[in-house]
């Protein structure tokens, strides 16, 4: 399959710029792939479309406020260090680094109100070691949330609130599992008080999610890995529900992933790199709940896979059409 099938053009007005502060308020698109029909609502009514008593995945992965910014030591040139992937000698991150080209391996940079110093292992790839383990705490008084650059603005404090879920709890992603940021607990209660069952996983979202695609033979295309965790009991909700006939409806690409990573592999935490695009059987996943994605991007290429290309072209077309909010921030859709 071609990269080019999977570009479409849009305004970029209709790029969400800000979170919608009464998040269950968002546009809510109803894709159902039997009768092949689009609906719209908004996402507050949520619980009108679900299967009945289906079990609702979450990815309760926390966003870090992983943008840094501090000055070189021996110059006190200004350097962006944006954290990736935390990796196993717990003092060192796989990161982005700005300016690049200014940067020297060995290079030590400082941050304001902390004395935390990190230093560059490995410019060519981008590994920097900071002198204390604890990173995660200095990162909440001196971190930056990593918005995407497609939201053209520098993040607020309202960002620390709104680009995270109502449930998250395991800290450790570089972007939000946005599908999920339309829930409020109001909403989460409304479900279960109506017979569906919730159950929460973990993936840390790292570099792999967003990565670019850039082969123009999709197949050729290599995700990076991202760590993910099921509860025993997360577990145990979800055989119940796959014995029993229960529906599993996957909040967000990452949760559908982890779910078809156990699905293959029956590890219930590990690393996983499943890329998903046309073609592609799914095991486990059942429903989809997902924001709208990227054109030429891994995500959308997941999203055509569980919703068919024909019909989901035909609702992206709509959604600009009707105006909907794109990406992070944007609205949501639910595919049946």
């Known amino acids: 399959m071609k990269l080019s099938d999977f570009d479409y053009q849009f305004p970029e007005g209709l790029i969400a710029q800000t979170p919608i502060l009464r998040r269950e308020q968002a546009r809510l698109m109803v894709v159902d792939r ?12 949520l619980e009108r479309y679900l299967p009945r008593r289906c079990l609702l995945v979450l990815n309760n992965s926390k966003v870090i406020p992983a943008r840094l910014f501090g000055k070189k030591m021996r110059s006190g040139g200004s350097v962006e260090i944006f954290l990736l992937e935390k990796l196993p000698d717990g003092f060192s991150y796989r990161v982005m680094l700005r300016p690049c080209r200014k940067i020297r391996d060995g290079d030590r940079v400082a941050f304001d109100r902390t004395d935390l110093v990190a230093t560059v292992v490995s410019k060519d790839e981008r590994i920097v070691r900071f002198n204390k383990m604890n990173v995660l ?13 497609y939201i053209k603005r520098r993040d607020r404090p309202m960002d620390r609130e709104y680009y995270q879920t109502v449930y998250a709890r395991h800290a450790g992603s570089v972007a939000a599992p946005t599908a999920g940021l339309h829930f409020t607990r109001d909403l989460l209660k409304t479900i279960r008080d109506n017979g569906h069952e919730i159950a929460r996983l973990m993936l840390h979202v790292n570099y792999a999610t967003f990565k670019p695609v850039e082969e123009e033979r999709i197949e050729d295309h290599r995700m990076h890995a991202e760590d993910y965790s ?3 009991k997360a577990n145990v909700l ?14 967000g690409t990452t949760s559908c992933r982890t779910l078809e990573s156990v699905a293959r592999t029956k590890r219930l935490r590990g690393r ?6 046309p073609g592609y059987d799914f095991r486990m996943t059942d429903c989809l709940i997902t924001n709208f994605h990227l054109p030429r991007s891994s995500l959308l ?16 077309q709509e959604a600009i059409g009707e ?9 949501g859709m639910i595919i049946l």
């Open 34 to 45: 039997r009768r092949r029909t689009i609906r719209h609502d908004i996402f507050e009514n």
């Open 137 to 149: 705490q200095c990162l909440e008084e001196i971190g930056h949330i990593p918005l995407p650059p």
């Open 230 to 232: 099921v509860s025993v």
């Open 238 to 251: 979800i055989q119940k529900a796959r014995q029993n006939g229960q529906k599993i409806v996957a909040v």
């Open 272 to 277: 996983t790199d499943l890329y998903i695009y």
């Open 301 to 316: 290429m997941l999203v055509y896979a569980f919703g068919g290309t024909g019909l989901m072209k035909k609702a992206y």
């Open 323 to 331: 105006r909907y909010r794109f990406f992070s921030y944007g609205d």
